[in-house]
């Protein structure tokens, strides 16, 4: 891929970034909300999920401070004015401060609100969004040639739409907070707080942040399909828009499903019309069917994006071809038609026997593509030249953190070991190996790789290797002593527990304050990037997918001259990096064969 | 009904560590065999994979001014073998956790059959002579022998069950979605309100291992937890299962089963289904407390007004608790939800009745009221209704 003109960075001075604007605070804040190009709104997605973020793990904190201890009531004997009597008190309830901060009644309540909104605030606002939104929008026109996505207001709409719905999240939380948890099962969720809207807000946020959902999916594959550049086949894109594109395909196909069903909900609730309460003549397992049909996709949508992130960051800072293209670019569409097909596995202990065993093994097909993606990219590592940096640090502890979130995933499709596994805090462990060490881990990864490009500053490697390295450790030492919470007996969604558990409660809560460091120096080394960070170059990292060719940070139209594309994304040992000293990236004197 | 056992029964070091300790069911040892061979699957496969990566991280990382060296981004060989053998491995796993399900799903016919009905926050097991058990037990006693001080867990029932018996579990919820899970049985099931769900499992045979501290008492107990979020007290959803020698467990539901006076089976009822959420100390908690009592300015007990959130104030008489248990939504008491379960059905008439005699001794009202009653009728004060 080469841009027709030789133009390097800063040769071009009419057309300015995309960052620069008019003078003046609200003149910039006007044409920020008012505006049309992917990258601004990306930007703002960025923003916005990342705030989210914070939120969503400021409840995670809260949730295992309160695991530090089980409650316990200790009866002291005391003598009260010459009589002995017993004074009793409750240990262990440690959210009682906040708990009458948000109206709730005791430290119990507290928790079941904060993980709920741990739960929904992470699924809804933060992860499915988090990549493709954000990540996806700035970089998706510009890795296939495009000076847009193929409808730009549409695209500002969707923002506009997230917006709408994490306000009706956020206002739910003010005024008290959920505790159905982010699966809203009925019939609970249908009769809980029986006398609050803050419930129907809460769905209403779900219900609303879908649609944003669905607009970016349409978005991305009409953009994929009708605006590619010119010479661009389909195996030419870059694995990144592979994943995209079959994240968007889920997102277009299963979000409507959820949307009925929560409005259904909504229905139940407001109307009382029994769907799903049994009270009413509902089925409450119907809801379970209906809710797992879109969310089981959905988590495809959430890793999809992340696995696509990996391929790049693996390709580049090891200057490999990825092995497999093909197999990693279908196994990513394989994956998202099987997504349909698994759902019934969130309920092996609500339904019949034979919908189980079906179930069981149609789930177990989703582990094959998966696998051959991770096989895949560990082979591109073989006789790479691998620099270690934090987008290739990111990549590696993906490997690793994925691979056991995969793995112990196969307990889970197994019928019978599932029986016990599940709703403990096993799935608990599997699903955050799988969606943070997994989805997170990408993001982090991504955030890195192109944040010399999004925002024209270079950021501090040491300080972005070492919040990685504590992130790494944090994580492992949060998550993964829960498998043996989980596999020992302890079940999911608990403010208290008996004594045994104790112990890993405590080593898991200590983990989750090292990730907290970790992500705080991220915090900081991006943010003094931004403000003292080094102007970054065209291409700091060798990179051949298009984004590289344009300037960091980008134009405003990416591209002077709409780019043709002459070679695919990962031919390093043929071409020579864009705006790179072909000293630093030496081709191989006698280049193999793909 | 003998079915293949995979692996050998006795649990290794990391069995243990993984699960804490041996499986209290044939069953249950059965998919830990299974958990454990894909838990050495999945460790061969991880340790191969992150050796590669590492090695090769090492070996090939970035030297200055040398190029990474071209080799095939493809091989159809090698896609094709780690596309068969990671298939294959599944459909072994899926035939074995199939079997293995079977094992757990399937009971004799001639099983014991304990019904199960879950309510927000508690579990009620009826046994075939239409016993239930008024036992329970605090999670964890300690005494600081020099001060005196005794911490506790919170108070769980206990169920008891025979040794070496196959148990059917029939379950039905009253309320909310439930899951009732035996974790040394390694199943769980979830109970639902519009049908019976169950499993079954087989009781383990109690050892030497199993006899007290007393030296006289053998049993063996487990944990019974709630695994299906289902509200504010999900996390006290917990119960005993305690596995007794038959002659104990047939003396046990024996002496349930047999005629109590109201006050006493008010007092197990509460035991069993109220103490979740109220409490008879006078202090508060989720619901109202039954006992005689002032919090924050409000009166509290039998024969004391109740102010509603209508805003209308009621006297707290039979009927005011009947109505309670039966429509519990249709009053509230200020300063409280609408939470309550509906014991509409889930109660007798007997029941209802042994309830408010129950609650009637926890007021000076209600006590004055009953030893009235007593006199005009002449029989003996009921036990427990002049404390």
Same mark, same amino acid.
């Given at each position: 891929?080469?841009?027709?003109?030789?133009?390097?960075?800063?040769?071009?001075?009419?057309?300015?970034?995309?960052?620069?604007?008019?003078?003046?605070?609200?003149?910039?804040?006007?044409?920020?909300?008012?505006?049309?190009?992917?990258?601004?709104?990306?930007?703002?997605?960025?923003?916005?999920?990342?705030?989210?973020?914070?939120?969503?793990?400021?409840?995670?904190?809260?949730?295992?401070?309160?695991?530090?201890?089980?409650?316990?009531?200790?009866?002291?004997?005391?003598?009260?004015?010459?009589?002995?009597?017993?004074?009793?008190?409750?240990?262990?309830?440690?959210?009682?401060?906040?708990?009458?901060?948000?109206?709730?009644?005791?430290?119990?309540?507290?928790?079941?609100?904060?993980?709920?909104?741990?739960?929904?605030?992470?699924?809804?606002?933060?992860?499915?969004?988090?990549?493709p939104?954000?990540?996806g929008n700035?970089f998706l026109p510009i890795m296939i040639g495009a000076?847009d996505v193929a409808f730009?207001?549409?695209?500002?709409?969707?923002?506009?739409?997230?917006?709408?719905?994490?306000?009706?999240?956020?206002?739910?939380?003010?005024?008290?907070?959920?505790?159905?948890?982010?699966?809203?099962?009925?019939?609970?969720?249908?009769?809980?707080?029986?006398?609050?809207?803050?419930?129907?807000?809460?769905?209403?946020?779900?219900?609303?942040?879908?649609?944003?959902?669905?607009?970016t999916g349409l978005n991305f594959v009409v953009t994929v399909h009708k605006l590619r550049a010119?010479?661009m086949g389909w195996f030419d894109m870059p694995l990144f828009i592979w994943g995209l594109y079959a994240t968007s395909i889920?997102q277009v196909?299963?979000?409507?499903?959820?949307?009925?069903?929560?409005?259904?909900?909504?229905?139940?609730?407001?109307?009382?019309?029994?769907?799903?309460?049994?009270?009413?003549?509902?089925?409450?397992?119907?809801?379970?069917?209906?809710?797992?049909?879109?969310?089981?996709?959905?988590?495809?949508?959430?890793?999809?994006p992340?696995?696509g992130?990996?391929?790049?960051?693996?390709?580049?800072?090891?200057?490999?071809?990825?092995?497999?293209?093909?197999?990693?670019a279908?196994?990513s569409l394989?994956?998202?038609?099987?997504?349909?097909?698994?759902?019934?596995?969130?309920?092996?202990?609500?339904?019949?026997?034979?919908?189980?065993?079906?179930?069981?093994?149609?789930?177990?097909?989703?582990?094959?593509?998966?696998?051959?993606?991770?096989?895949?990219?560990?082979?591109?590592?073989?006789?790479?030249?691998?620099?270690?940096?934090?987008?290739?640090?990111?990549?590696?502890?993906?490997?690793?953190?994925?691979?056991?979130?995969?793995?112990?995933?196969?307990?889970?499709?197994?019928?019978?070991?599932?029986?016990?596994?599940?709703?403990?805090?096993?799935?608990?462990?599997?699903?955050?190996?799988?969606?943070?060490?997994?989805?997170?881990?990408?993001?982090?990864?991504?955030?890195?790789?192109?944040?010399?490009?999004?925002?024209?500053?270079?950021?501090?490697?040491?300080?972005?290797?070492?919040?990685?390295?504590?992130?790494?450790?944090?994580?492992?030492?949060?998550?993964?002593?829960?498998?043996?919470?989980?596999?020992?007996?302890?079940?999911?969604?608990?403010?208290?527990?008996?004594?045994?558990?104790?112990?890993?409660?405590?080593?898991?809560?200590?983990?989750?304050?090292?990730?907290?460091?970790?992500?705080?120096?991220?915090?900081?080394?991006?943010?003094?990037?931004?403000?003292?960070?080094?102007?970054?170059?065209?291409?700091?990292?060798?990179?051949?997918?298009?984004?590289?060719?344009?300037?960091?940070?980008?134009?405003?139209?990416?591209?002077?001259?709409?780019?043709?594309?002459?070679?695919?994304?990962?031919?390093?040992?043929?071409?020579?990096?864009?705006?790179?000293?072909?000293?630093?990236?030496?081709?191989?004197?006698?280049?193999?064969?793909? | 009904?003998?079915?293949?056992?995979?692996?050998?029964?006795?649990?290794?070091?990391?069995?243990?560590?993984?699960?804490?300790?041996?499986?209290?069911?044939?069953?249950?040892?059965?998919?830990?065999?299974?958990?454990?061979?894909?838990?050495?699957?999945?460790?061969?496969?991880?340790?191969?994979?992150?050796?590669?990566?590492?090695? $090769?991280?090492? @070996?090939?990382?970035?030297? #200055?001014?040398?190029?990474?060296?071209?080799?095939?981004?493809?091989? /159809? !060989?090698? *896609?094709?073998?780690?596309?068969?053998?990671?298939?294959?491995?599944?459909?072994?796993?899926?035939?074995?956790?199939?079997?293995?399900?079977?094992?757990?799903?399937?009971?004799?016919?001639?099983?014991?059959?304990?019904?199960?009905?879950?309510?927000?926050?508690?579990?009620?097991?009826?046994?075939?002579?239409?016993?239930?058990?008024?036992?329970?037990?605090?999670?964890?006693?300690?005494?600081?022998?020099?001060?005196?001080?005794?911490?506790?867990?919170?108070?769980?029932?206990?169920?008891?069950?025979?040794?070496?018996?196959?148990?059917?579990?029939?379950?039905?919820?009253?309320?909310?979605?439930?899951?009732?899970?035996?974790?040394? $049985?390694?199943? @769980?099931?979830?109970?639902? #309100?519009?049908?019976?769900?169950?499993?079954?499992?087989?009781?383990? /045979? !109690?050892? *030497?291992?199993?006899?007290?501290?007393?030296?006289?008492?053998?049993?063996?107990?487990?944990?019974?937890?709630?695994?299906?979020?289902?509200?504010?007290?999900?996390?006290?959803?917990?119960?005993?299962?305690?596995?007794?020698?038959?002659?104990?467990?047939?003396?046990?539901?024996?002496?349930?089963?047999?005629?109590?006076?109201?006050?006493?089976?008010?007092?197990?009822?509460?035991?069993?289904?109220?103490?979740?959420?109220?409490?008879?100390?006078?202090?508060?908690?989720?619901?109202?407390?039954?006992?005689?009592?002032?919090?924050?300015?409000?009166?509290?007990?039998?024969?004391?007004?109740?102010?509603?959130?209508?805003?209308?104030?009621?006297?707290?008489?039979?009927?005011?608790?009947?109505?309670?248990?039966?429509?519990?939504?249709?009053?509230?008491?200020?300063?409280?939800?609408?939470?309550?379960?509906?014991?509409?059905?889930?109660?007798?008439?007997?029941?209802?009745?042994?309830?408010?005699?129950?609650?009637?001794?926890?007021?000076?009202?209600?006590?004055?009221?009953?030893?009235?009653?007593?006199?005009?009728?002449?029989?003996?004060?009921?036990?427990?209704?002049?404390?």
């Amino acid at each position: 891929m080469s841009t027709l003109d030789a133009h390097a960075s800063g040769g071009h001075h009419e057309e300015g970034s995309y960052l620069s604007g008019p003078p003046g605070m609200i003149s910039r804040i006007w044409q920020w909300a008012s505006t049309v190009d992917h990258k601004k709104i990306g930007v703002m997605y960025l923003v916005a999920v990342l705030t989210m973020f914070f939120l969503g793990g400021v409840a995670a904190l809260a949730v295992r401070y309160e695991l530090l201890d089980p409650v316990r009531t200790v009866v002291t004997q005391m003598e009260v004015d010459g009589v002995m009597t017993e004074v009793v008190s409750t240990t262990g309830q440690r959210l009682d401060p906040i708990a009458k901060i948000i109206g709730a009644d005791d430290a119990n309540q507290a928790y079941n609100r904060l993980f709920t909104l741990h739960g929904a605030v992470m699924v809804f606002m933060f992860i499915v969004p988090s990549i493709p939104a954000s990540l996806g929008n700035f970089f998706l026109p510009i890795m296939i040639g495009a000076k847009d996505v193929a409808f730009p207001r549409l695209n500002l709409l969707s923002w506009y739409i997230y917006v709408v719905g994490s306000t009706f999240g956020v206002l739910s939380i003010i005024m008290g907070g959920v505790d159905t948890g982010w699966t809203f099962y009925t019939p609970y969720s249908t009769s809980t707080d029986a006398d609050h809207i803050r419930v129907v807000f809460m769905v209403l946020a779900a219900f609303i942040l879908g649609f944003s959902s669905i607009l970016t999916g349409l978005n991305f594959v009409v953009t994929v399909h009708k605006l590619r550049a010119p010479g661009m086949g389909w195996f030419d894109m870059p694995l990144f828009i592979w994943g995209l594109y079959a994240t968007s395909i889920i997102q277009v196909l299963a979000t409507p499903v959820i949307g009925i069903t929560l409005f259904l909900l909504i229905f139940e609730r407001v109307m009382h019309i029994g769907i799903f309460d049994p009270a009413m003549g509902g089925d409450p397992v119907l809801y379970q069917h209906f809710f797992w049909f879109y969310s089981h996709p959905v988590v495809y949508v959430m890793i999809l994006p992340g696995m696509g992130i990996i391929s790049e960051l693996l390709a580049v800072h090891s200057r490999k071809h990825i092995f497999g293209y093909r197999a990693i670019a279908f196994s990513s569409l394989g994956i998202a038609a099987v997504s349909f097909l698994v759902w019934g596995h969130h309920i092996f202990t609500a339904m019949g026997e034979l919908a189980a065993i079906l179930f069981s093994g149609l789930t177990f097909l989703v582990a094959i593509p998966t696998a051959i993606k991770v096989f895949n990219w560990i082979a591109t590592l073989y006789k790479g030249s691998i620099a270690i940096n934090t987008p290739m640090l990111y990549g590696l502890i993906f490997l690793f953190t994925f691979s056991i979130g995969g793995l112990t995933g196969l307990p889970l499709a197994t019928l019978s070991t599932d029986l016990h596994l599940h709703d403990s805090y096993y799935v608990v462990a599997h699903f955050h190996y799988v969606m943070m060490g997994g989805t997170v881990m990408a993001f982090m990864g991504g955030i890195h790789h192109w944040w010399p490009k999004m925002f024209g500053k270079m950021y501090n490697e040491w300080g972005g290797m070492l919040g990685a390295t504590i992130v790494f450790i944090g994580f492992n030492i949060t998550f993964f002593t829960q498998f043996f919470l989980g596999t020992q007996g302890m079940p999911r969604r608990y403010a208290n527990y008996v004594d045994e558990f104790q112990t890993l409660h405590v080593i898991s809560t200590y983990g989750s304050w090292i990730l907290l460091l970790g992500f705080l120096v991220h915090l900081v080394t991006l943010l003094h990037s931004l403000i003292a960070g080094e102007k970054a170059p065209a291409n700091p990292w060798g990179g051949l997918t298009l984004e590289w060719e344009t300037e960091s940070p980008p134009i405003e139209h990416n591209f002077h001259h709409e780019p043709v594309c002459t070679h695919g994304p990962y031919d390093f040992d043929t071409v020579v990096p864009p705006h790179c000293d072909p000293k630093d990236y030496p081709l191989p004197s006698n280049p193999g064969s793909h | 009904m003998m079915m293949p056992v995979l692996a050998s029964t006795e649990p290794g070091y990391f069995q243990k560590l993984i699960f804490g300790g041996d499986a209290a069911s044939r069953a249950g040892a059965q998919s830990d065999a299974l958990f454990m061979m894909i838990f050495w699957f999945s460790v061969f496969f991880f340790v191969l994979l992150m050796g590669l990566m590492v090695y $090769f991280v090492f @070996k090939y990382r970035r030297r #200055p001014g040398v190029a990474a060296t071209p080799s095939p981004s493809h091989n /159809t !060989l090698l *896609e094709i073998f780690w596309t068969v053998v990671p298939s294959s491995s599944m459909l072994v796993f899926f035939v074995l956790g199939f079997q293995s399900y079977a094992e757990k799903m399937v009971v004799p016919d001639n099983s014991l059959e304990l019904r199960v009905t879950a309510v927000k926050w508690a579990w009620d097991v009826k046994y075939p002579n239409g016993a239930t058990s008024p036992e329970q037990q605090p999670l964890s006693i300690h005494v600081d022998p020099d001060t005196g001080v005794v911490t506790k867990g919170l108070d769980y029932p206990i169920f008891y069950v025979p040794e070496d018996t196959s148990v059917q579990l029939k379950m039905v919820s009253n309320d909310v979605i439930h899951s009732f899970w035996i974790p040394d $049985f390694r199943t @769980k099931m979830d109970v639902i #309100p519009n049908r019976y769900t169950g499993y079954g499992f087989h009781t383990p /045979t !109690l050892t *030497e291992d199993d006899i007290m501290a007393d030296n006289e008492t053998i049993q063996r107990d487990l944990w019974i937890f709630c695994a299906e979020y289902c509200g504010d007290e999900h996390s006290r959803m917990a119960a005993t299962l305690r596995v007794v020698p038959m002659d104990v467990y047939q003396q046990k539901i024996s002496d349930w089963g047999k005629p109590k006076s109201p006050e006493i089976e008010g007092e197990q009822l509460y035991n069993q289904m109220c103490k979740a959420c109220h409490t008879i100390d006078g202090t508060a908690s989720t619901g109202p407390t039954w006992s005689q009592a002032t919090i924050d300015g409000v009166q509290f007990g039998y024969g004391y007004d109740a102010q509603l959130t209508d805003g209308t104030t009621v006297p707290r008489d039979d009927n005011y608790y009947r109505r309670s248990f039966l429509d519990p939504h249709a009053e509230v008491v200020v300063g409280y939800k609408p939470l309550m379960s509906d014991f509409n059905g889930l109660l007798d008439e007997d029941q209802v009745f042994a309830l408010i005699a129950y609650i009637k001794t926890l007021s000076d009202r209600g006590r004055a009221e009953s030893s009235e009653e007593t006199e005009n009728t002449e029989e003996p004060a009921p036990a427990g209704s002049e404390s």
